[in-house]
């Protein structure tokens, strides 16, 4: 089975703090995704990367950065974090091909920005 | 611009009847479709997915769904409803070619004893 694991399921942070978000992906997969997800606005992607060191935005990226220094990690990065970043936080992989697999969620990290 | 969209928040169903999540989508080439369900506190998960072929696909826990092309829909249904299956039901495409999945806003099924 598949695993993606995030590093924490609920974080409470202060206004302007950095806030790191981790992803680590245990099937070789090259694709990485995050999304946040709000109620009545369903999951809205943020960033992915489709190879280490490799990434691109997504529909939502300000405020927010990522990085991939390794094919099973993708990490994303609040600079500095704010009341409207409060949200449910879910990464999810791909293997490479086209031709469509699902994607393979984590469990879902609970931000609240206070 | 691809868009999926769910056009009920809630649906409520006794145990035991049929059920239906409705979804529509819009894109500009051939699509690829998923339905995943979230469980309260959880990741998703995925359901089943139509890429081509048979119009009916069939899923995980009994689930079902129909690709009608000409109504760009993409209709979840289960013939008999579980109160286990009471969850947030999300729709996606993705085109093909392009990398990204794009989600409606979910539909809460609340199936009653």
């Known amino acids: 089975d598949v695993k993606v694991t995030q590093s924490s399921r609920y974080l409470v942070k202060r206004t302007g703090e950095k806030v790191f978000l981790e992803c680590v992906q245990d099937m070789d997969h090259e694709n990485m995704f995050w999304y946040r997800q709000d109620p009545g606005l369903g999951l809205r992607l943020i960033y992915f990367?489709?190879?280490?060191?490799?990434?691109e935005k997504g529909d939502i990226p300000e405020g927010y950065s990522v990085s991939r220094e390794k094919k099973e990690r993708f990490s994303l990065i609040l600079e500095s974090a704010s009341t409207n970043q409060t949200s449910m936080y879910l990464c999810a992989s791909r293997p490479p091909r086209q031709d469509s697999y699902e994607q393979y969620f984590g469990p879902g990290t609970r931000l609240t920005v206070t | 611009a691809q868009s999926v969209a769910q056009p009920e928040d809630q649906v409520n169903v006794a145990e035991g009847n049929p059920l239906t999540v409705k979804c529509t989508y819009s894109v500009s080439g051939n699509p690829y479709l998923f339905w995943y369900v979230q469980y309260p506190n959880r990741g998703l998960q995925f359901l089943l997915k139509?890429?081509?072929?048979?119009?009916l696909v069939k899923g995980s826990y009994g689930f079902e769904a129909e690709f009608n092309k000409s109504q760009t829909s993409f209709h979840l249904k289960k013939p008999s409803a579980l109160v286990s299956d009471s969850a947030l039901y999300f729709c996606a495409v993705r085109e093909r070619g392009y990398n990204k999945l794009i989600f409606g806003a979910g539909t809460r099924l609340a199936v009653h004893p």
């Open positions: 139509y890429i081509t072929g048979d119009n």
């Open positions: 990367s489709y190879d280490v060191k490799m990434k």
